[in-house]
């Protein structure tokens, strides 16, 4: 695995403002934060190895740095559930994306662990231009989408503020339990919340950080992050 650092020069060296998928997480990763299983496949042969490493079910995406929306060319496929369909996705990708973004560099498919379904969260960060680092929290779906119901904090940020950036959303019952619900594991989120400051703060060349979705588990099963967006800037 590559060192932060590394994946950081490595990207603005050949000219992107972006991390790929698999270097998003390999950097999320180095922070301790709890990615998905994932492997980049250049091959048929090797999308089939990482699945079975991996555990079906898998997913499979398109990784390309001229690709933004990878669904609008058919570039992603969930709930792969054998070697076979590995096989078949795996060559359907890479059609769909010679047809319909012929001029894409393709550096591979993203084999990554099929998160399972739960409650919805986003952690996010951007560097604002007065205040410096701002890490975001909010529930998924329709409450951040619609309602926008976030919190906000710049860094540094304690443990203290964390647990008051879950406490102060709108839609904060849904965390601690609601009509039959259990509880989410707050102590995962806080973790995260806190890992995305510090990397912020360590990481200048970070612009934007965008965590979404997170699944979160019931208490004491943690969380796990099934989708990564990391945008860079030289300074």
């Excluded at 369909?85 to 990708?93: A, L, M, N």
């Excluded at 909010?138 to 304690?158: A, C, K, M, N, Q």
Aim: glycine content about 6%; cysteine-free; hydrophobic content about 45%.
């Amino acid at each position: 695995m590559a060192a932060p650092r590394e994946l950081i020069y490595r990207a603005l060296e050949e000219g992107r403002n972006k991390l790929l998928e698999h270097e998003a997480y390999e950097f999320l990763e180095a922070y301790e934060l709890p990615v998905p299983k994932f492997s980049l496949a250049a091959s048929e042969e090797e999308a089939v190895s990482a699945a079975e490493r991996i555990g079906y079910p898998v997913v499979l995406k398109i990784v390309s740095p001229d690709i933004v929306h990878k669904s609008d060319v058919g570039g992603v496929k969930v709930n792969i559930s054998s070697e076979e369909e590995v096989r078949k996705w795996f060559g359907t990708i890479m059609l769909n994306v010679k047809s319909r973004a012929p001029t894409a560099r393709v550096t591979g498919i993203l084999v990554q662990e099929m998160v399972p379904q739960d409650l919805e969260v986003i952690v996010g960060s951007t560097r604002d231009p007065l205040f410096g680092p701002v890490v975001m929290f909010g529930l998924g779906g329709i409450f951040v989408e619609v309602l926008r119901d976030v919190s906000l904090r710049i860094t540094p940020i304690t443990e203290y503020d964390a647990e008051e950036m879950l406490r102060e959303i709108k839609s904060a019952s849904i965390l601690r339990g609601y009509r039959g619900a259990p509880p989410r594991d707050r102590r995962a989120i806080v973790d995260i919340i806190l890992k995305v400051g510090k990397l912020m703060e360590e990481v200048p060349e970070v612009t934007d950080v965008d965590l979404n979705p997170i699944m979160v588990f019931p208490e004491g099963k943690g969380a796990k992050i099934a989708d990564a967006r990391i945008l860079l800037k030289r300074v």
